[in-house]
């Protein structure tokens, strides 16, 4: 097959290249229920949409590593792989996943609702290099369906990022998405003993550097890519070490800074609470109020009250 030019994932739409023609077109014809096109992430595209009675696409071939998640009742598909036609159902909680490029054509003559992620394959491609270490990058494989409770946790999690908003901002969607990629790599088979080596952790001047890297630009929206490259290690890398060695993902470490540095600015009589939240790197002061009180058990305003002896 030739090779087709692979858009990023940050396109508002996962699409397939009809192979008769070349030409591009969005893998279900209508918008989806909702979309993380325009979300801090770069690396996954999550779209949520409820599928027609009849969807039939022949001879086409998805542009990004297409994983599936049925949310409904059952639907039968039938598919098409290696020029075998297949007949199967998915149930509610099963995925789908369809690699990049391979040629396919199916029909599901059910409606549905379904949950989509369209992994960018060259991030994938870099994932099985780190990961995969001395062995060479192989493609992923289709999968038909399969139950995946680790894989239904992280897809979730980034269906209510979505949802919400995305408080967690770029680093919680990056340490999802890396987490996504290297299990889907995992998965593999024949790869799974590749992931088995334990990894050395970030010695302590460098562990000392990034957490003086985070609470020096605490109020920007800081990128789990802008993280690893700080600490000289691939994102990919730098998610694994950087928990083996805190005990806690990138995300959560720099909320933690965040918090820390937000209930000293409260001490401070001067600062807003709208201040305070734009300085700490919190959306607005709902976002830091929700964590805070998370946290500490009151709210910021409650918290400043109390330590003035108001309260």
Do not use: I
Not at 68 to 80: G, I, N, S, T, V
Not at 147 to 161: M, N, S
């Amino acid at each position: 097959m030739q090779t087709v030019e692979v858009p990023s994932p940050a396109a508002d739409r996962l699409a397939f290249v009809e192979l008769e023609n070349g030409r591009v077109r969005p893998a279900v014809p209508h918008a989806p229920l909702s979309s993380s096109h325009g979300a801090p992430w770069t690396e996954l595209l999550v779209e949520e949409y409820q599928s027609p009675p009849h969807v039939e696409r022949r001879e086409v071939a998805p542009l990004q590593h297409h994983l599936l998640l049925h949310l409904d009742e059952p639907a039968h598909m039938e598919l098409k792989l290696g020029g075998t036609w297949r007949r199967f159902v998915l149930h509610r909680g099963q995925f789908f996943l369809c690699p990049d490029q391979v040629p396919m054509s199916v029909r599901c003559r059910e409606p549905g609702r379904f949950l989509s992620v369209a992994v960018d394959p060259a991030r994938m491609r870099c994932a099985g290099l780190e990961w995969g270490e001395a062995r060479p990058w192989a493609p992923l494989s289709p999968r038909l369906p399969f139950v995946d409770p680790f894989l239904t946790a992280l897809v979730e999690c980034l269906r209510a990022e979505m949802r919400q908003g995305y408080p967690g901002g770029r680093v919680y969607g990056d340490t999802l998405a890396a987490a996504l990629m290297a299990h889907l790599w995992r998965g593999e088979p024949a790869r799974a003993a590749d992931l088995n080596g334990t990894p050395r952790g970030l010695s302590r001047p460098r562990l000392r550097h990034l957490d003086a890297f985070m609470r020096e630009h605490l109020a920007e929206d800081l990128s789990l890519a802008a993280l690893a490259r700080e600490a000289g290690l691939s994102p990919f890398h730098f998610v694994r070490v950087f928990k083996q060695t805190t005990g806690q993902t990138p995300h959560r470490y720099l909320l933690e800074r965040r918090l820390e540095r937000a209930r000293e600015l409260l001490l401070q009589r001067a600062p807003s609470l709208a201040e305070v939240a734009a300085a700490t790197g919190f959306c607005d002061q709902s976002h830091l109020t929700l964590h805070f009180k998370r946290a500490f058990g009151l709210t910021p305003g409650e918290f400043r009250r109390r330590v003035a002896g108001e309260g």
